[in-house]
């Protein structure tokens, strides 16, 4: 269950990503609420997940989630750069968290 919980919190995290730059464009005070529960539900799952898990594993996995899905979201929704080279950096950030979980 710890491992679902930080997935999904890394999965928020992306959507608190997506709120920042939508903020950033329309200044709203929707996507203002929608950044604060994107992120805030990311810190509830998190923490959840470190109950059981290790707090350096859990974290770099939930950062590596955030980060990559950040990026591959730039990629897909605001036509950023699809350069072979930055996703075989993004495929690295995956295959840490994804060795992470392996060992432990």
Same mark, same amino acid.
């Given at each position: ?5 930080? $997935? $999904? ?16 464009? %329309? ?8 950044? *604060? ?7 509830? *799952? ?23 899905? @950040? ?10 750069? &699809? %350069?072979? &080279?930055?996703? $075989? *950096?993004?495929?690295?950030?995956? @295959?840490?968290?994804? @060795? ?5």
């Amino acid at each position: 269950m710890a491992w679902a919980s930080l $997935v $999904v919190a890394g999965l928020f995290e992306m959507f608190g990503v997506l709120m920042i730059n939508k903020l950033h464009k %329309d200044r709203s005070w929707q996507s203002l609420v929608l950044l *604060f529960l994107g992120f805030g539900a990311s810190f509830l *799952f998190l923490a959840y997940a470190m109950k059981t898990l290790p707090m350096g594993t859990a974290y770099a996995i939930w950062t590596g989630i955030g980060a990559s899905g @950040g990026a591959i979201l730039g990629m897909v929704l605001y036509g950023e750069s &699809k %350069d072979w &080279k930055r996703l $075989v *950096f993004i495929a690295m950030v995956l @295959g840490a968290a994804i @060795g992470l979980k392996l060992i432990s």
